[in-house]
């Protein structure tokens, strides 16, 4: 399984503000996805980021507010623009397991607090 | 569109209780199904899987099978543990996309007292 760090761990943030969040990955990895978790809240998944494309936004999601890069196969960014306080959550990268299409393994996640 | 309906939580027992938490899911095509445990400050981790009808996936003590008549993966743990004390997410991942997008339940809160 991959192995997924992310920076930073947490933070407060001023509304307004916008945080760059990175996750990096041990391994190449061809797709990498973003997901939010709201205080006790499921998991929606934000976007997904595939190394050389624009990454594809799910319902509910723009590109102007969450902007992604993936510049290489081992590393992605997820900004937070304009934030206000409904954007704290956590916020999760996760990547496919390269035995198993399916399988995706997540990273200990972000947690923002926006005031 | 796909959907997991998890049991509602949250759910609290006693050491050594037997333990089920209760996952339905809806999906179009043939999905893979999942329970993800989050510990407390912690990210998801991948508790066991199985991707096809019949299969059992287990780990740590835990089982579900995967059931397609009765569109279910419920998890169950013989003797649960303090430690076992979780969030617990069961996922579908629809292999008919092209990207095997995760749909998620809304979790299910278990404490496990002494």
């Known amino acids: 399984s991959a192995v997924i760090s992310q920076k930073p761990s947490r933070d407060i943030c001023q509304r307004g503000t916008s945080l760059t969040i990175q996750c990096q990955v041990d391994?190449?990895?061809?797709?990498m996805f973003w997901y939010r978790q709201q205080p006790g809240q499921s998991l929606t998944l934000i976007a997904t980021?595939?190394?050389?494309?624009?990454?594809?936004?799910e319902s509910g999601f723009v590109i102007d507010k969450f902007p992604i890069s993936r510049p290489n196969l081992t590393f992605s960014t997820l900004t937070v623009s304009n934030m206000s306080p409904e954007d704290s959550s956590i916020y999760l990268c996760?990547?496919?397991?390269?035995?198993?299409?399916?399988?995706?393994?997540f990273g200990p996640g972000t947690r923002l607090l926006v005031l | 569109g796909d959907s997991v309906t998890q049991m509602e939580g949250p759910v609290t027992l006693s050491e050594e209780a037997f333990l089920t938490i209760n996952c339905t899911y809806t999906a179009t095509g043939y999905p893979s199904l999942f329970w993800y445990v989050q510990y407390p400050g912690e990210g998801l981790q991948l508790l066991l899987k199985a991707t096809k009808a019949d299969d059992k996936g287990s780990n740590k003590g835990f089982e579900a099978t995967y059931r397609k008549e009765t569109t279910s993966f419920h998890l169950e743990k013989g003797s649960v543990q303090v430690s076992d004390s979780a969030v617990y997410f069961c996922a579908l991942s629809d292999g008919g996309t092209s990207y095997g997008k995760l749909t998620f339940g809304q979790g299910t809160i278990l404490t496990v007292h002494p």
């Open positions: 391994s190449q990895v061809t797709m």
């Open positions: 996760s990547t496919r397991d390269r035995g198993s299409f399916e399988t995706q393994y």
């Open positions: 980021a595939n190394q050389g494309s624009e990454a594809t936004y």
